[in-house]
């Protein structure tokens, strides 16, 4: 089991950047795909992004991709979100993930750790 701690999120305006950090412990981080994912309230959570176990392959849900950057750093067991060009509607709170897998994979069954979720609120 990975321990998973997210930090980060906050409050700002429409166009702002944010820069979400999960830190990973308790399991080899480095073999892993890794995935963030959010829950704007009132709906259901929904998939991000994942980046494969050495960072070389990333996905994107259509509403993030050109705004959004997955990358992590395997010496500091940690996975970012960099999220520009916020809109209101990436309202939501953000969970960091673990993958069983190294291969990236937008299936939240696919993920067997969770942190417990940063809030980021983008105001119009």
């Known amino acids: 089991q990975v321990q998973l701690v997210e930090s980060g999120g906050g409050l700002v305006q429409a166009g702002d950047s944010l820069r979400l950090s999960c830190a990973a412990s308790g399991r080899t981080f480095s073999g892993y795909a890794m995935g963030w994912f959010r829950q704007a309230p009132g709906k259901e959570r929904e998939f991000v992004s994942a980046?494969?176990?050495?960072?070389?392959?990333?996905i994107y849900a259509e509403p993030v991709k050109g705004r959004f950057t997955i990358s992590r750093d395997n010496a500091k067991n940690t996975v970012y979100l960099q999220m520009n060009s916020l809109k209101p509607e990436d309202t939501a709170v953000y969970y960091c993930?673990?993958?069983?897998?190294?291969?990236?994979?937008?299936?939240?069954?696919?993920?067997?750790?969770w942190g417990q979720g940063t809030q980021v609120t983008v105001s119009s």
């Open positions: 993930a673990a993958s069983r897998w190294g291969a990236v994979s937008e299936k939240d069954s696919d993920f067997g750790s």
């Open positions: 980046i494969s176990w050495g960072g070389g392959s990333t």
